[in-house]
């Protein structure tokens, strides 16, 4: 435990006086006991912030103060500032208080801060006629009921990170409102009786669980509304919600903590780029295609023309009156006939060189012309001299590459493979946007709270 002396004050301030002092900053001393400072009657100004106070009943006597600050201590009540008539300002966030009723005989308190507390719900202050300020973030307060009903001369009310669940028409009297806080609470919806806060400048109602458009149509009439966040609510996932914010209030400056013209051009830059992206795969898409039909065409026709060839030498063989086959009839004939004929000498010991030679000629020109033999199959038809020379049909030649397309083992006609073009996918990271900062979603609010 730590005791405060007048005389240590005394010293520090080198003087023997106490009534010559009016201000003190006695923070961060782990001060549990004040006592001292009734001896103090002029003190105006006290800061006795991050000490271990549960009381404030010491200070009853320093009936001339008008700014005090108790933050950061153990208090469980606000009892001994009763008789604290002149006190403006009072500052006793982040204790450890369940109550706030001793504020309503300070009728002239102009700011009251009373965050981070235990606070469960608001007193009347239909006295406080200069109540400018008030600060109760982050207390279990669930409703306001008509707590501020009578208040018309705030203009500055911070109530999130609450448990409000609704504000009915407790604000409808605080016409003279310019900043309104009352984000990470769990409204469904805003009031109509946000149509007379006429004044207000800065709205804060992110990480609520407003859903409908229909809510925000009120705010219309907040023609001087320059700040507005709904980042957090799932409304605030609605395409286009900016731009119908801005159509909504035209006086706008910035919505969701950034600047409104900037999120709307941002909105339009979005919409192009992915035009843009998928005019041009489209592009790339029908080129591609456009070069691949020519070479599917150059194929088919090669291939059309091979099987309307062998069509024509099958169709040929297959009919016993045509020209070629009783051409091939006639040739068997008379080479049945020179067959007769002997070809080798009486001894046997020479053969007969010429006819051997002519025969062969003939042989071969018979294998390279192949279509004139009527007995010749298909399956000989490619096997023979194929890799030799290109088959001749009628006055067109096929090159060697629409040979390879032909199964020889099969006997069959196959396409060939269409070779699958790759698509140039666009870069993804030439075409990424800038990442845009997340706000309000379950962080903190808008603006620094105190």
Do not use: Y
């Not at 707590?147 to 018309?152: F, V």
């Amino acid at each position: 435990m730590t005791v405060l002396s007048s005389k240590k004050i005394l010293q520090e301030k080198n003087t023997t006086d106490p009534n010559s002092i009016t201000s003190l900053t006695l923070t961060h001393k782990a001060l549990s006991d004040v006592s001292c400072l009734s001896e103090f009657k002029n003190l105006e100004k006290l800061d006795l912030g991050f000490n271990n106070l549960t009381s404030l009943e010491d200070l009853k006597s320093c009936v001339n103060l008008k700014w005090l600050s108790v933050v950061q201590n153990k208090l469980q009540s606000l009892k001994g500032i009763e008789g604290l008539t002149k006190l403006t300002v009072l500052n006793a966030g982040k204790n450890k208080l369940k109550s706030m009723d001793e504020i309503k005989s300070v009728a002239g308190l102009r700011a009251l801060i009373l965050n981070d507390n235990e606070i469960s719900s608001v007193c009347k202050l239909d006295q406080m006629k200069e109540l400018n300020t008030i600060v109760l973030s982050r207390n279990p307060i669930r409703s306001l009921g008509e707590s501020l009903i009578k208040l018309k001369s705030i203009t500055k009310l911070s109530l999130s990170n609450c448990q409000l669940q609704t504000v009915d028409s407790s604000l409808k009297s605080c016409i003279e409102l310019k900043e309104l806080r009352l984000a990470h609470n769990e409204l469904t919806t805003i009031p109509s009786e946000f149509a007379r806060l006429v004044k207000l400048q800065n709205l804060d109602m992110g990480n609520n669980s407003i859903t409908k458009w229909s809510s925000l149509k009120v705010l219309s009439s907040l023609v001087n509304l320059k700040n507005l966040n709904l980042q957090g609510n799932p409304i605030a996932e609605t395409e286009n919600l900016s731009r119908k914010v801005k159509k909504l209030l035209p006086n706008l400056h910035i919505f969701n903590s950034r600047p409104i013209d900037k999120i709307d051009r941002k909105e339009v830059d979005d919409k192009v780029e992915d035009f843009s992206v998928k005019a041009d795969n489209k592009l790339k898409l029908q080129n591609e295609t456009e070069i691949d039909r020519p070479m599917a065409n150059k194929k088919s026709s090669k291939t059309q023309r091979l099987s309307e060839s062998t069509d024509n030498h099958l169709n040929k063989d297959d009919d016993p009156n045509s020209d070629e086959v009783k051409k091939s009839k006639h040739k068997k004939q008379k080479k049945n006939q020179l067959a007769e004929k002997p070809d080798f000498k009486m001894d046997g010991d020479v053969t007969d060189k010429e006819g051997d030679k002519k025969s062969r000629k003939k042989t071969k020109k018979d294998k390279l012309s192949g279509i004139d033999d009527a007995e010749t199959s298909f399956m000989d038809l490619f096997a023979s001299g194929a890799d030799e020379v290109p088959l001749e049909t009628g006055d067109k030649k096929l090159d060697r590459k629409t040979d390879q397309d032909i199964d020889v083992m099969s006997g069959l006609v196959t396409f060939p493979t269409k070779k699958k073009k790759r698509n140039r996918a666009i870069d993804p990271a030439a075409h990424q946007l800038s990442q845009v900062d997340e706000i309000g979603l379950g962080g903190p609010s808008a603006w620094d709270d105190i």
